[in-house]
């Protein structure tokens, strides 16, 4: 069973928004997914906390570059716009950390803790929140702000949680939610 948490009695300094790109989409097996990461971005909006968003620049793995930068979802990128505190962040690797200047941000925000949502928990999320762990910062997150595939890592370094803010699910999600 699953500690319950509320992101605002937390104090939770910074929050990251991984890869949230159409072009992934087609991969999200959470119908939720994007109604919950609205509403944690609506919480950071309101309490002024810190959003770093990530997007995979490119794939080097294919034998020409295929560019996916500026492709945020739109539902995600207009609650962006509301965030006083916002840093997007374009990365070549899985990894938020790797080559990004990211731990500088989170020394300047002062941040200790971070939340993380997005895609993949089995690529993206997953290597972010080992370098973070690795770093020293708590990590927090949830399945229901992540999707992909259940990865154990998580539940031995003992970071998922129920976040409160995503315990009812009582909205159906927009339909223009997911246009790019």
Known sequence: ?????????????????????????????????????????????????????????????????????????????????????????????????YKTGLNDILLALGTKTILLMGLASDACVWFTAESARNAGYKVITSWDVMDGRRVPWYEQQEILYNLKQCRRIDQQLPSNILAP
């Open 1 to 97: 069973m699953l500690v319950e948490i509320d992101i605002t009695q937390e104090k939770i300094p910074a929050v990251f928004l991984i890869d949230m790109q159409s072009v992934f989409l087609g991969k999200v097996t959470n119908p939720y997914l994007l109604l919950n990461q609205i509403r944690i971005l609506r919480l950071c909006a309101k309490n002024d906390i810190p959003v770093v968003a990530f997007e995979f620049e490119f794939d080097t793995a294919l034998p020409r570059r295929v560019y996916y930068q500026h492709t945020i979802v739109k539902g995600l990128l207009l609650e962006l716009l509301d965030i006083q505190r916002l840093a997007i962040i374009f990365k070549a690797d899985p990894d938020g950390f």
